[in-house]
Every structure is written in structure tokens, then in C-alpha cells.
């Protein structure tokens, strides 16, 4: 996974291998600044948290988070943050949750657009039939975490 962070917040966690890496990765430093190498308090953080989620020690994430989208992305991000480990919702469920059922469509589009993985769950939205689609990491990563973390939910950790 690659992570960008400043002292203050978390801006970027995804998967290395990820197709749009490297426009979220221009995008950032074009809104942000240089990016550079290295690490700090909030990547060492980051670090200690992301090896308790992938060994099933915890699902507790207390990062800071900075990310830019429009009003209705971040309340779908938000939206996200609610969706208990180890289940899941749909994008119709999540468009309802914001009172505009209507925007089913745009709840994906705001979902892919996140950049903050695993500790914004866009994992966790699913089609309306429950089948597994759209998730820039590959389905096969979707299918993976959903698995893990459903395998450690009964452990009732709290994902903040």
C-alpha cells in the first residue's frame, strides 16, 4: 500500500497497483504540495494500525483524515465510515441513508472516488443483488477483505 500524509492527517491510502494511483498521486501534489519520501507520526501510526487490521487485532482506526470532494462525496464517505465490519450495503442503501434514494449512481461515483482504502470502506458497497462490483483494487482484493473481515467480526471491534 502506498500512504501520504502530512503531520496533521492522513490525504492517501491505496493499494500500489491501483489503475488511478497516479492521478489521485498528481492530483494530491497538484492541491497539496510536493510529495517526498519518508515517514512521520501519522504513517507510523498508520502502520502499527493497518498490521492490527490485516493480523485481526482490531478494526479501531484513529487516524486523522484529510480528503477533498465535493458536499455529497464527503457525506458518502462519511456514509462509509457507519458501514459496521464485516457487513455490507448497497449503493441504493447508501443513496437512501443520505435521503436521495435517487442517487444510487452517484454514491458509485463518490465511492470510487475515495482514496482513503480500508479506513474508508468503499469495500463494503456491493450491488443491489449482493454481487461484488466496482472496487478499484480488483474484486478479488473486495472479495479478500470482505472475507477477512467478516472471518474477525465476531470478535465486535469498533471501526472509528
Excluded at 147 to 154: C, G, L, P, Q, V
Aim: aromatic share 8%; net charge neutral.
Amino acid at each position: 500500500m502506498i500512504a501520504v500524509a502530512d503531520d496533521s492527517a492522513l490525504r492517501l491510502l491505496e493499494f500500489e497497483n491501483r489503475v488511478a494511483l497516479t492521478g489521485e498521486l498528481r492530483r494530491l501534489e497538484r492541491d497539496s504540495g510536493v510529495i517526498n519520501l519518508g515517514s512521520n507520526t501519522i504513517t507510523e501510526t498508520l502502520g502499527s494500525q493497518l498490521s492490527d487490521y490485516f493480523t485481526g487485532q482490531s478494526t479501531a482506526f484513529q487516524i486523522p483524515l484529510i480528503q477533498s470532494g465535493t458536499a455529497f462525496e464527503e457525506a458518502v464517505w462519511h456514509a462509509l465510515q457507519q458501514i459496521p465490519h464485516g457487513q455490507t450495503r448497497s449503493y441504493g442503501q447508501i443513496a437512501e441513508t443520505l435521503g436521495q434514494p435517487e442517487k444510487s449512481r452517484a454514491v458509485g461515483r463518490a465511492n470510487g472516488a475515495n482514496s482513503i482504502s480500508i479506513i474508508v470502506p468503499c469495500h463494503r458497497v456491493i450491488g443491489a443483488d449482493g454481487s461484488l462490483v466496482g472496487y478499484g483494487g480488483g474484486l478479488w482484493r473486495k472479495k479478500w477483505l470482505l472475507d477477512h473481515e467478516r472471518r474477525y467480526a465476531w470478535r465486535s471491534f469498533e471501526h472509528k
